[in-house]
C-alpha cells in the first residue's frame, strides 16, 4: 500500500497562534473534514528545544509525547524545534 502522508510546518510569531491553528486541526478531525494526523507545536523554553503539545488521531499511544511514537518522533521535534529562534514557534502536521 502507499504511503499517502503529507508534512507541513507552519512559522509563528508565538506559541498562541499555533496552539490556536492545532485546536483547528482537532475541530476539522472531528467534523471528519479530515483523517488521521500527528501534529506538535514547538518551540524553544528557556533556550532550550520544547514540544508544548502534541496531538495524535486516532490515538496510537496513550501518551505518545513520552514515548516518541507516532508519525512524528519525539527526536525529530526537538530536532525541529532547535532550529527556530527565540519567541518563535512553529505548528508540524
Not at 498562541?16 to 500527528?38: K, P, R, T
Not at 490515538?59 to 527526536?75: D, S, T, Y
Request: no cysteine; hydrophobic share 45%; aromatic share 6%.
Amino acid at each position: 500500500m502507499a504511503d499517502k502522508s503529507v508534512a507541513y510546518m507552519w512559522l509563528y510569531d508565538n506559541v498562541d497562534s499555533a496552539l490556536a491553528d492545532l485546536d483547528a486541526f482537532e475541530s476539522l478531525h472531528d467534523d471528519d473534514v479530515i483523517g488521521n494526523y500527528d501534529a506538535a507545536v514547538i518551540d524553544h523554553e528557556d533556550g532550550k528545544p520544547h514540544i508544548v503539545k502534541r496531538v495524535d488521531r486516532p490515538r496510537i499511544n496513550a501518551l505518545p509525547e513520552l514515548v516518541g511514537a507516532g508519525a512524528l518522533p519525539r527526536g525529530e521535534l526537538n530536532d525541529a524545534a532547535s532550529q527556530l529562534a527565540p519567541g518563535e514557534a512553529a505548528l508540524i502536521a
